[in-house]
């Protein structure tokens, strides 16, 4: 690189300007990928965008922080999106109310299998309670979840990525399991869709179809304060 | 749209403000779009008055959702920092993962759909599923 190159790429590299282009290029990429593709389960735009970002600041050798400088201002719209899913809510209030006693069943049984289910096969493995604590709380949306780890003394960026990584498998998941289970019922894809996979899984949903993702939103939230509460409880059981 | 946007927001704060003030395990947004609800129930019934109010709303929050896997992307890529112990664990936590997502999908859609049946609110006849979607 010559010397001028090489300052404007100094420069570049440390303003929010050059990282919030790259995330959102990255998504525009994969995103016509996923389109094109048909919206394959396996082309979630949500994975090959985080690869394709990650393998750039690999060769760049930039630093998650240096990147999160720009690309929080997208990270920042997580809040409203999750204030604004009151809009397709309100719009099927009448199904919702309708669907209210499944909802609340299905919520607590899953909610607990989430965490159960977790746990046990990872206590096979033999891992330390650390990292049981850590993944405990893997379903729920991320806040929610770094702060639950964070209260039981785990681990709240290894629950963050965990929670990612749950996200991106349930939503590739999802379609070809119900469809082979032959469940018809858009409610009840969703709900469990964004109970086992929070808001990546609620992204998917709403690609499919919108009411599955006005489900999957209200389980994402409902499982959000389910677990809060359940899980320092169900955990003492497991790990004693 | 920027009426609706800084309407949307100040549901997000009022809800930041509940939830930290009381101390709820509630993150803000959550209690937020829950006081956009109340917005939205609240809109109908001046509307019958002033047809225009709110109306820009419903725009401008679709277009935030339309978009959602975009806004997973920032704290996604953190994963690049904690690759030392996906590297410890990762057999194992792969396993964990893929087994409690496969098996919480499954037994939440079948308790939803029995408990929907039993409580005679299905709603299985409508929409049809695509083969591929």
Known sequence: MTDQTFSLWVYLS???????????????????????FKRHPLCNPVLIAVVSVALVLWVTSTSYPVYFEGAKFVHFLLGPATVALAIPLYENR?????????????????????????????????MPNSVLISLAPKSVTAPVGMGITEALGGDPSLTAILIMLTGVAGSIMVTPL????????????????GLASHGIGTARAFQVNSLAGTFAGIAMGLNAL??????????KLLLD | MIVSLTLILFCQLLGEVVARGFGWPLPGPVLGMLFLLVFLTLR??????????????????????AHLSLLFIPASVGVIQRLDVLAEHGLGLAVALIVSTLVTLVVT??????????????????????SRD
């Open chain 1, 94 to 126: 009448r199904i919702v109310l309708r669907s209210i006693i499944p909802m609340m069943v299905a919520l607590v049984v899953g909610s607990v299998t989430a965490i159960v289910s977790a746990v046990a096969v990872a206590q096979m493995f033999g």
């Open chain 2, 109 to 130: 859609v079948v308790t939803f759909v029995v408990v929907s049946r039993l409580s005679g609110s299905s709603m299985e006849d409508n929409g049809e599923v695509p």
């Open chain 1, 178 to 193: 119900m469809n082979s289970l032959r469940m018809k019922d858009w409610r009840a894809r969703g709900f469990a869709v």
């Open chain 1, 14 to 36: 440390q303003t929010p300007l050059l990282w919030l282009v790259v995330t959102l290029s990255a998504y525009a990429i994969a995103d016509r990928i996923s389109q094109a």
């Open chain 2, 44 to 65: 109908d019934s001046i509307r019958t008055k002033v047809p225009e109010f709110g109306r820009a709303l419903d725009g401008t929050g679709k277009g935030l959702l």
């Open chain 1, 226 to 235: 389910v677990t809060a509460l359940l899980l320092p409880f169900v955990l």
